[in-house]
């Protein structure tokens, strides 16, 4: 007997008709490439985004299934293009400018896209690609009249005049939820980038997850200011989810620094910010230079990388902030878990409820999660076992845009998140390692993230990687590298000596490096395969 309920699909364009409608003078505020800050409401929004549906239809012939590409930052008008093109069924094709070049031209190449839209900064990228992208028939420069910027590309219009005399209204079409919404590539540290293609079902469903009051707890009394990228996973799903409960929405544009945050923070007072942890230090670090305190944030997500205690008990301490430990990846929307408490958790000590906030927390309903070992058996949910963590769910994805062809789940359909975890009784899984980074010594294994986490805790440490290194007789040993705070006087003793009062003895790194600078992957996490190449002899070379 089928239930009798109506059929509405679950699609994009409703989240930003029902924002103008229920939330129409709720703000946006932007950041612009241009300087100033932009304001306007989600009415206002609404309109633009008709206006700009109409134009790519008319102009250009845009409709369902065509592949539209964005470089832009966090802003007004890229927020309208979310809407535009898939409210209209087309792709979203979401670029990340900070792919190597090549990498940026096999993807707007690999998705075919017609149109690209592209934010003043990163107009030099598309110019040095002229001549390698056959699919593109136009470049949108997302600015007005007075500040185009002069261009070698040929046919380089500007946004303001595509949309200026374009009707306010345009209809939606209705169509099956599982059509396809949103395109994004990994950053692939190995071999090309992999596309992820998202459908609207899967970005409505994120987004309702990522409300929910033990997940990032988005509602109409919140500002919000997304740090992430729209160019990478979609800032974490933000851009729908905050007009989907009528939330204020600051986007910082091209200013991801301490200062240019801290200002905006003053200025804007958001609620919810998200963002890495590379950002939170930035933040904290100018925050401490001006001896300025944040007022009003409720709370911080932080994810991509884990979340050293240091900066949870920073957060907590000086700005009365919770910091919300969350984890995820591209390929599921990306969030999977949310570290909040549990009733049973409330009454904890400060210190325990610190130790707690280090895990990435609890799935959020939707997402399933389980642990194995190499062999595909289930390991046990008792916070000591660690294995390969695996998750399934309706904004998982089942398989990578034009590589329909490869199997990439397992035989019971969960997908592999190259994650090592544990996951305790109440739930709460630890990221130990990424699987490729996980230090081998002996029969046992060392979590490269534990030692990085303690060693940050050491007041004259900036950041840290630790990678494990041939050794003759342990088969791999963590060999740490370490970014000195300016003006520290840290020598490896005394950074062995704090380490010793952190971890056990036989996790202690067999030699410290100082360096100036650490490689970084597209989307801020480490590049350990690039500290591999460089040092993955240095015992053993200096042994021999
Ligand atoms: P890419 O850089 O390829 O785009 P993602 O942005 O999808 O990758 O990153 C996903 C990976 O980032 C996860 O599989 C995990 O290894 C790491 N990650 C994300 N959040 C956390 C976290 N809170 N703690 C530790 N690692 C995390």
Redesign the pocket.
């Known amino acids: 007997m089928r239930g009798q309920m109506m059929d509405t699909p679950l699609l994009i364009a409703p989240l930003i008709e029902t924002a103008a409608k229920f939330h129409g003078d709720v703000e946006i505020v932007s950041r612009t490439c241009e300087g100033p800050i932009h304001r306007y409401t989600y009415a206002d929004a609404y309109s633009r985004v008709q206006q700009l549906a109409n134009a790519l239809a008319s102009r250009f012939g845009i409709g369902m299934g065509d592949r539209v590409g964005t470089l832009a930052w966090n802003g007004y008008r890229h927020f309208e293009a979310y809407f535009a093109v898939s409210g209209s069924g087309a792709v979203l094709h979401t670029i990340n400018p900070r792919l190597f070049l090549e990498q940026i031209e096999y993807i707007i190449n690999h998705a075919e896209d017609r149109v690209i839209l592209v934010d003043l900064t990163f107009v030099p990228i598309l110019e040095k690609l002229a001549g390698k992208m056959p699919t593109v028939e136009a470049v949108v420069i997302l600015t007005d009249r007075a500040n185009m910027p002069e261009t070698t590309l040929v046919n380089a219009i500007c946004y303001e005049e595509l949309i200026a005399d374009q009707p306010a209204s345009f209809d939606f079409p209705r169509f099956d939820e599982n059509t396809a919404s949103s395109l994004c590539y990994?950053?692939?540290t190995t071999g090309n980038p992999k596309g992820v293609l998202y459908s609207h079902r899967s970005n409505v469903l994120h987004s309702y997850g990522i409300c929910m009051a033990d997940s990032l707890a988005v509602s109409a009394t919140d500002a919000v200011l997304p740090v992430v990228p729209m160019f990478?996973?979609n800032a974490w799903g933000l851009p729908y989810a905050c007009p989907m409960v009528g939330a204020k929405l600051v986007f910082p544009g091209p200013r991801l620094d301490g200062p240019g945050l801290a200002e905006l923070i003053e200025m804007e007072r958001p609620t919810i910010l998200a963002g890495v942890p590379t950002v939170w230090l930035a933040l904290l670090n100018h925050l401490d230079e001006i001896g300025r305190k944040m007022e009003g944030v409720r709370i911080a997500v932080v994810?991509?990388?884990?979340?050293p205690e240091a900066m949870i008990r920073k957060f907590q301490e000086k700005h009365g902030t919770f910091l919300l430990?969350?984890?995820?990846?591209?390929?599921m929307s990306?969030v999977g878990t949310t570290c909040t408490f549990k009733a049973k958790h409330l009454g904890l000590s400060q210190e325990a409820k610190y130790k707690l906030q280090t895990k990435?927390g609890k799935a959020v309903y939707g997402v399933d999660m389980r642990i194995t070992d190499s062999d595909g058996n289930n390991l046990p949910h008792d916070g000591v076992a660690f294995g390969h963590l695996k998750v399934r769910g309706p904004w998982v994805l089942k398989t990578y845009y034009r590589r329909e062809d490869e199997t990439l789940l397992d035989d019971d359909g969960w997908f592999d998140?190259?994650?090592i975890a544990t996951i305790d009784a109440d739930g709460y899984a630890q990221?130990v390692d990424?699987s490729k980074d996980v230090i081998k010594s002996g029969g046992e294994w060392i979590s490269s993230?534990d030692l990085e986490n303690a060693a940050v805790g050491h007041p004259d440490v900036k950041e840290a990687a630790v990678i494990g290194v041939a050794h003759d007789k342990w088969q791999e040993r963590p060999l740490l590298l370490v970014i000195p705070r300016e003006g520290a006087t840290l020598d490896k003793q005394g950074m062995l000596d704090y380490l010793e009062t952190q971890v056990v003895k036989w996790w202690l790194p067999d030699d410290v490096i100082f360096v100036d600078e650490l490689p970084h992957?597209a989307?801020g996490?480490l590049l350990k395969m690039k500290l591999r190449e460089a040092y993955g002899d240095w015992l053993t070379k200096k042994a021999g």
């Open positions: 990994t950053s692939g990478h996973v994810g991509g990388s884990a979340a430990h969350a984890w995820g990846m591209t390929e990306p990435i998140t190259g994650d990221i990424r993230i992957t989307t996490k």
